[in-house]
């Protein structure tokens, strides 16, 4: 059927009006792909495609521009499309088709997404895997990629953040400082073993800490205590908050 008349609407689709005066909106891919605008015709096939051809490639440009600010999983494209409402067989067709031109890959995306980790956060290795496995790449390629971050690794780099943590919190007692240290490097994804291992090499005194929270806590409860209560009701409060002196 001969095209009329070419109008751009949105989102890459064009609005074609056909020699009957009907109108059609058609993608600006499949108006390329057809070569219509060299023989200004559309033929009874496409017509009767003409939605399905259209979701196609509108997923497919929805997608595009998901991807286009950074790399993401196989998962969080298919996830993006259905929260768009994307037909689910649209939705397989669109990844398979970025599979195809190398737009979806998930181990490239682990391999970039482990170097990322590495470089720009403090995250460690359990971490990162839970990140990898929420947005289900397999056991398989994470621990292909995740193999760079070993133990000699993790090391090195609590070597480095917690002493930086531990000047953070240097009004704590020993005690407290260690479990906070520990669960600070827990919760990043680090393990407890290395964590504690490095804790006992760090020089902690907090004999003027201890000091500091007596008088103030003995000021505090004076009010209300004296004599030997006050003294224990001190040493509670002291004890605590992990002092043991």
Known sequence: MKIK?????????????LEDDSTILVHEELILKKEMLLT????EDTINDIDRLNNNLNA????????SSRYH???E??????NKEVDSEVIEET????????????KVYTKAYISDQMNFTNNGPYKIR??????????????????????SVEKDRLEKLIPKYVKTIRNKSYSMM???VVEHFSDLGYSKGIIISLLDKIEYDDTDIYQKEYEKTKRKLSHKYSGEELEFKVKQSLYQKGFRT
Request: hydrophobic fraction near 35%.
């Open 5 to 17: 008349k070419f109008t751009k609407t949105r989102n890459n689709l064009y609005k074609l009006t």
């Open 40 to 43: 200004k015709e559309i033929d």
């Open 60 to 67: 497919y440009d929805l997608a595009i521009k998901y991807i």
């Open 73 to 75: 999983s196989i998962h």
């Open 77 to 82: 494209v298919r996830s993006y499309l259905k």
């Open 95 to 106: 990844i398979n088709k970025m599979k195809d031109q190398h737009y979806l890959d998930d």
């Open 130 to 151: 839970r990140n990898l496995e929420d947005v289900y790449v397999k056991d398989s390629i994470i621990d292909e990629f995740l193999i760079v971050f070993d133990e």
């Open 178 to 180: 260690k479990n906070k």
